[in-house]
């Protein structure tokens, strides 16, 4: 038999066991930073962490006994790919009530955690070739995914002297005739932004006039701080041409839960479970179960939730510009605020680590969210106040001792 070595020889690959397109794959800095702030707290230092994107409340306790009912009942078997049909009955008046469309259950799709939504997505419309549009800064995913693809990612520069909003004349001389789809995120992570009605209404235009897949993420979208949410797909002609993605993580703090579910054209839904039966085979029964019950049952909790993430934000942002050599304007959504930097002289990543290392607060530089981001970084303010407050005071003494 001969050795692996010469069975790799002249492939280009020799003694490396993953594809090229592996090269193409990108991180999200949050789990990276986590984890070196994990190190330096098993090494004795204590960290405040500001850096990971999940809120720090418990689930909702009827939540959790639905999941228990779900498990005692011997919930614990294969399901349909696409989803239990109760749970995509569920999500799908959830969604058609939030958004004020309609949607049916055979739109929607369930999967675990609301990237399989992205992922499978842009697997199912998107060619090698394509082009796809999308926010710098933004989600980080959304760049690994279609460079993944082999597509072109085309950033759509959010302007910080515009409050992050998507300039709209950019947009449009942006598309071209290989452009395949737009992506657009409101609430934004990592800046707080959030797309008006105005804005969504040329953006739909824009769609359909250059016939757009939009994929439009919208986990964010019961925090809002200031007025109500606005989807693209209530405007004309869009529900046929729009990837809606949704989850349970943020609304109702189930993120190790890993509930996710978009609702798209019946077609393309079953092009994404199909994707599904390849890959995950079926989202957890007793977690479907969890989920009916989330968008079902009261949602006292989430009203709470959301005025606690109001009271940090107006904290977090009343700090932040009291710190020497930064700015900070006032997000509309999320649980994150993305403070401009500028005015110390550090660049971000360089200035992200220090206070990590030396001030003991953990958080993201703006450049983890694309090149956009340089300048900036980003702040979760899903902790207590107790912790911000002593965050700010660490960062204030870093900053003081460096400027």
């Known amino acids: 038999m001969e050795p692996a070595t010469k069975l790799l020889a002249g492939s280009g690959r020799r003694g490396r066991f993953y594809a090229d397109g592996m090269g193409r794959l990108g991180t999200e800095t949050a789990f990276e930073v986590l984890a070196r702030a994990r190190l330096l707290e098993a090494r004795g230092r204590e960290i405040v962490h500001l850096e990971i994107g999940e809120p720090d409340f418990d689930t909702p306790r009827h939540i959790v006994d639905a999941a228990l009912r779900s498990l005692e009942a011997g919930d614990t078997h294969y399901v349909p790919s696409a989803g239990l049909p109760e749970a995509r009955e569920a999500f799908a008046d959830y969604l058609s009530r939030m958004r004020g469309v309609s949607y049916a259950p055979s739109q929607v799709v369930v999967t675990p955690g609301a990237k399989p939504i992205l992922f499978f997505s842009i697997l199912a419309a998107v060619e090698a070739g394509d082009e796809v549009l999308y926010p710098n800064p933004g989600f980080p995913i959304y760049e690994s995914m279609i460079n993944f693809v082999g597509a072109k990612a085309v950033p759509l520069r959010l302007d910080p002297s515009r409050e992050f909003a998507l300039d709209l004349d950019y947009l449009r001389d942006a598309v071209t005739p290989r452009t395949r ?223």
């Open 181 to 403: 789809m737009l992506i657009l995120n409101s609430p934004h992570n990592p800046t707080g932004g959030v797309l008006s009605p105005d804005d969504l209404a040329v953006i739909a235009e824009i769609a359909r006039e250059n016939d757009l897949l939009v994929l439009s993420d919208e986990v964010y979208s019961r925090m809002h701080h200031d007025g109500q949410h606005a989807s693209i797909v209530s405007q004309e002609g869009m529900l046929e041409r729009t990837v809606l993605l949704d989850g349970a993580s943020k609304t109702y703090a189930m993120t190790g839960w890993r509930l996710g579910f978009g609702a798209m054209p019946e077609h393309l839904a079953e092009q994404v479970a199909r994707l599904a039966t390849n890959s995950v085979s079926c989202t957890a029964a007793f977690v479907q179960k969890a989920g009916i019950a989330a968008v079902t049952g009261p949602q006292d909790e989430v009203d709470r939730m959301l005025a606690a993430f109001r009271e940090r934000r107006d904290a977090v942002v009343a700090g932040l510009n009291a710190l020497p050599g930064v700015t900070c304007a006032m997000p509309r959504g999320a649980f994150y605020a993305f403070p401009d930097i500028r005015g110390t002289g550090w660049r971000s990543r360089r200035l992200s680590q220090h206070l990590l290392q030396e001030g003991g607060v953990a958080l993201l530089c703006g450049t983890a969210f694309g090149e956009w981001g340089e300048g900036f970084i980003r702040v979760s303010y899903a902790n207590s106040l107790e912790n911000i407050q002593r965050a700010l005071a660490r960062m204030k003494e870093t900053l003081r001792k460096i400027l």
